[in-house]
């Protein structure tokens, strides 16, 4: 169930004390990465801080972290029981995602966070955690068109959503690549709301960003990498300049390099499950604009060792035509998969695979498609397909879920 509203989360928290402060990230494409780099710089900092994402990747409560580290199960069962009890008592009828974020942010006070570092799970204006009032700083990453049917289809209707979380006289960075309608709108959504200052980060090397590249080797990053970091790196200045004045913040980039982000640009071993000897590729690109991305990674850095071999599920709603167009090149070998039920997110659903062969076919790119019953099996498929040529996970979240916890060795099963 996804309902967009702030009455709810406010009926939840509103005898909740949340002494801790925030920096507030949303955006279509970018914003886990940042509060990755955002959290884990805090942490050097050695100032208490939290993280919390969504979704989660392979257990429900590891959206949520302290101090880089997952929240521990007890904790976070104690305190959810604690949230659902309340919804259940007052009558409020809270959404799994109002839920989460109440346990996320008790959990931040319970456990002394000083700064805690929150991704709007959609849109900005109506997200369950924009009843943060008073954050030290918000950030607003690269927009593009998901979750059209909630957030409305225009990127100038987005970007209006996205927008609500800037706030009177809090500090606001910006992803000045965003599209010159995009900018606009949250430029004029800034005035509105009297935010600021406004920081925008372009893909320049300027006075605002110089100083990050002398700290780090520039080229060792994707260029989308590249102003995530900055945007990252700006957010945290920003909001210590409130509450650390006299903490130095370049000593804090030395983590930046060691810091992952599960599921984007990961390579990791399957051997386990299949024998494969060389890595595979795991990306959660699900719209077309981290499609894209991904696209121009894999074509720089991979198609030299022959046809790509896809393994690849979508959750239903997603248009399949446009990020098979994108991703998949004549000669390629396609997989389609799907997922298994998704903890707490009863709503979500994977296309069936006979629907993304369908797409494949419709598009009249002369490929390789073959079926799989689960993700083992389709991990294995691709191990025998691709000659040990290339391959990529992609296309959802969801599914990268599934490899994650296949090869910690779960049985997984997409049935």
């Not at 069962?77 to 942010?105: C, H, M, N, P, W």
């Not at 386990?272 to 894999?298: F, K, T």
Request: with cysteine; charged share 25%; aromatic share 6%.
């Amino acid at each position: 169930m996804i309902e967009l509203g702030l009455e709810r989360i406010s009926r939840l928290l509103k005898n909740t004390i949340l002494p801790w402060r925030a920096i507030h990230v949303a955006g279509t494409n970018g914003k886990g990465s940042v509060c990755a780099y955002a959290s884990a710089m805090l942490k050097a900092g050695n100032i208490r801080c939290g993280r919390f994402t969504s979704p989660h990747l392979i257990d429900r409560w590891d959206c949520i972290t302290i101090d880089e580290k997952t929240v521990n199960e007890n904790v976070f069962r104690e305190v959810e029981a604690s949230i659902q009890a309340r919804d259940k008592g007052e009558g409020i009828g809270a959404s799994e995602f109002e839920l989460l974020t109440a346990t996320a942010f008790e959990i931040f006070a319970r456990e002394k966070v000083e700064v805690g570092v929150v991704e709007v799970g959609m849109g900005g204006r109506h997200d369950a955690t924009n009843i943060l009032r008073h954050p030290l700083v918000t950030v607003i990453t690269k927009i593009g068109k998901d979750h059209e049917s909630f957030l409305g289809n225009s990127l100038e209707e987005i970007a209006d959503h996205k927008a609500g979380i800037m706030k009177e006289m809090v500090p606001c960075i910006i992803d000045a690549t965003n599209a010159p309608q995009v900018l606009r709108v949250l430029e004029e959504n800034a005035k509105k709301a009297k935010a600021g200052p406004l920081f925008r980060i372009s893909n320049e090397v300027d006075d605002s960003t110089a100083w990050i590249w002398n700290l780090l080797s520039k080229e060792k990053f994707e260029a989308h990498q590249q102003i995530n970091i900055c945007l990252a790196v700006h957010a945290v200045k920003s909001a210590l300049e409130r509450t650390h004045s006299s903490l130095e913040i370049p000593p804090l980039l030395q983590v930046i390099p060691e810091t992952l982000w599960p599921g984007r640009l990961q390579y990791l071993s399957i051997k386990e499950v299949s024998g494969r000897e060389r890595d595979v590729l795991l990306d959660g690109a699900h719209n077309a604009q981290s499609a894209d991305v991904l696209r121009s990674y894999v074509d720089a850095k991979l198609r030299g060792d022959g046809p790509v071999t896809w393994v690849l599920a979508f959750s239903k709603g997603k248009k399949l035509s446009e990020l098979l167009l994108l991703l998949v090149r004549p000669g390629d070998n396609i997989i389609a998969s799907g997922f298994g039920p998704v903890d707490g997110m009863p709503w979500v659903q994977p296309v069936d695979v006979k629907d993304i062969l369908g797409a494949a076919e419709t598009l009249g790119i002369p490929i390789q498609a073959h079926t799989a019953t689960d993700t083992r099996d389709a991990l294995r498929q691709a191990t025998q397909i691709s000659n040990n040529g290339p391959v990529v996970v992609a296309g959802s979240l969801y599914q990268v879920s599934d490899v994650l916890r296949l090869l910690r060795g779960e049985n997984i099963s997409n049935v």
